[in-house]
């Protein structure tokens, strides 16, 4: 799969086609609804949350919720998907055609953030070129208490 950074909506569509006949699998308007759901929107979903705000923005489309985990999982094995692992609370999915970026996220109410640091970037390629790596890729979670939680806990 080509790179998805930036790329155009009728290119990813036309990627996601052709994903979709390579694993002998029907391109649906509820798939490209779906496609289209993540495109438009910057947040991280569940397959869940997706699922409802797709039932809620097109009541008349016949979508389950398993066409739903399926197809983030084909988006996924590709790479047009990304998730941050939830451990027992499941998977939240975005859209991987952002530039790279980062997340932080708040183990109360698992808020994610998203940032970019150019010297974290330049550190870890540092470090992969020290133990003879050459980077192919990476991913940074990094967890904490976000300042909303952290108030709700002092009472304020």
């Known amino acids: 799969m ?4 930036n790329m155009e909506y009728d290119a990813l569509l036309s990627s996601f086609k052709k994903l ?3 694993n002998g699998l029907k391109f649906t308007t509820q ?4 496609l289209k759901t993540l495109y ?3 947040d991280h979903f569940t397959p869940d949350t997706l699922y409802f705000l797709i039932k809620e923005k097109y009541p008349e489309l016949n979508v389950g919720i398993a066409t739903v985990y399926r197809t983030l999982n084909i988006l ?3 790479d047009i998907a990304t998730s ?3 451990g027992s609370q499941g998977k939240k999915f975005e859209l991987g055609n952002k530039p790279h970026h980062d997340h932080i996220i708040c183990k109360k109410c698992n808020t ?3 940032f970019e640091d150019k010297a974290i970037e330049k550190r870890q390629e540092q470090i992969a070129k020290e133990k003879g790596f050459k980077l192919t890729g990476h ?9 909303k939680c952290q108030k709700e806990e002092k009472g304020e």
């Open 2 to 5: 080509k790179k998805l950074e």
């Open 20 to 22: 979709l006949k390579q």
């Open 31 to 34: 798939r490209e609804v779906i």
């Open 40 to 42: 438009s929107n910057n």
């Open 76 to 78: 996924e094995s590709e």
């Open 84 to 86: 941050i692992s939830f």
């Open 112 to 114: 994610i953030i998203e």
């Open 139 to 147: 991913l940074m979670q990094l967890y904490g208490i976000c300042s």
